[in-house]
Nanobody, 121 residues
Framework: EVQLVESGGGLVQPGGSLKLSCAASGFTFSTYAMSWVRQAPGKGLEWVSSISSGGGSRTYVDSVKGRFTISKDNAKNTLYLQMNSLKPEDTAVYYC??????????????RGQGTQVTVSS
């Protein structure tokens, strides 16, 4: 059974940082690309970032480029999202998802339960 469990969310002031983690199990993590998506209050799911199976290729939505860094530790079966210079518009529930970027879609078959990130003073 595929399981994805996010952690690390919380309340942070604008300009602050958070590091999200996603513990994966039930599949061979090292052979899969992984992604982060988010859902802001009252809005639909938005793709944020993806990383290739080996970690050598990373892509980001324009709004987070230069501020967020995706990484994966295949030895620990864990996906990360380092978020710096956070803005109020980054407030959302963040989900990790099994698989790479889905162009034109955010309908991942496997997605975690999410972790809330709130950026506010």
């Amino acid at each position: 059974e595929v399981q994805l469990v996010e952690s690390g969310g919380g309340l942070v002031q604008p300009g602050g940082s958070l590091k999200l983690s996603c513990a994966a199990s039930g599949f061979t993590f090292s052979t899969y690309a992984m992604s982060w998506v988010r859902q802001a209050p009252g809005k639909g799911l938005e793709w944020v970032s993806s990383i290739s199976s080996g970690g050598g290729s990373r892509t980001y939505v324009d709004s987070v480029k230069g501020r967020f860094t995706i990484s994966k530790d295949n030895a620990k079966n864990t996906l990360y999202l380092q978020m710096n210079s956070l803005k109020p518009e980054d407030t959302a529930v963040y989900y990790c998802a099994k698989g790479g970027r889905l162009y034109g879609s955010t309908s991942y078959i496997y997605r975690g339960q999410g972790t809330q990130v709130t950026v506010s003073s």
